[in-house]
């Protein structure tokens, strides 16, 4: 079993930066696959960005792309989602997901459902 827990999020104003934190605990895989998805009110479930913990390999969503950044630190076994010139349409639930081993075509991690575990998200609110 593996545990996400995301932190980071808060209450800002449009042009601000963040950078949000998922700490995994639990099980260890060779090359696990690590992902960010958001949920906005109302809204279906949208993917960020990925990255895969091998070789540092990233996927983003075209709508994020230039302003977000996804890293990730192997000692610490968490992976940051930097988040630059903040809109207010950025305002959703940001969750962190993990898939055990990266045995999917690269771009199939934009897919909600090749993910096996997820956290259960941090708040980020952008006021304009």
């Known amino acids: 079993q593996v545990q996400l827990v995301e932190s980071g999020g808060g209450l800002v104003q449009a042009g601000d930066s963040l950078r949000l934190s998922c700490a995994a605990s639990g099980r260890t895989f060779t090359n696990p696959v690590m992902g960010w998805f958001r949920q906005a009110p109302g809204k279906e479930r949208e993917f960020v960005a990925a990255?895969?913990?091998?070789?540092?390999?990233?996927l983003y969503a075209d709508s994020v792309k230039g302003r977000f950044t996804i890293s990730r630190d192997n000692a610490l076994s968490t992976v940051y989602l930097q988040i630059d010139s903040l809109r207010p349409e950025d305002t959703a639930v940001y969750h962190c997901?993990?898939?055990?081993?990266?045995?999917?075509?690269?771009?199939?991690?934009?897919?909600?459902?090749?993910?096996?575990?997820w956290g259960q998200g941090t708040q980020v609110t952008v006021s304009s």
């Open positions: 990255i895969t913990r091998s070789d540092d390999r990233t």
């Open positions: 997901a993990a898939r055990p081993v990266a045995d999917y075509p690269f771009t199939y991690y934009s897919r909600p459902q090749t993910y096996i575990y």
